[in-house]
């Protein structure tokens, strides 16, 4: 093999790797629409909005904007929900189906979460 074949081999190896890893860009071009962060505000003892839209997989984040500490929680059962949210503190969870929560704390604060599919 010429030193010359060897040089030819090298360049080609190069536009490969060149060329595969512009295809991976053109890859991540296409991939689903990133997960998006919505936010509801706790003050006034109100969730604020207590119905939001969001799409499958979004995260809601609440900030607690009042003078005392709330939770959400799981309406009616509880079978998920936050530690106590302190003033000024936030809490996040990732939803993929319409649920409603309220603060069980205050449990005539109530809220609705609506997948839209
Ligand atoms: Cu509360």
Known sequence: M???N????FRIAIMVLLASSC??????KVQPEQ???DTVII???????????????DTIVWINKGIVAHDISKY???TWHSDTIEPQQTFEKVFDDSTSYFCSIHPTMKGLIMINK
């Open 2 to 4: 010429t030193m010359k």
């Open 43 to 57: 003050q006034a003892m109100k969730f604020q909005p207590d119905t939001i839209m969001i799409n499958e997989g």
């Open 6 to 9: 060897l040089k030819n081999i």
């Open 76 to 78: 009616p059962d509880k």
């Open 23 to 28: 295809s991976t860009n053109n890859n991540s």
């Open 35 to 37: 997960s998006k962060r």
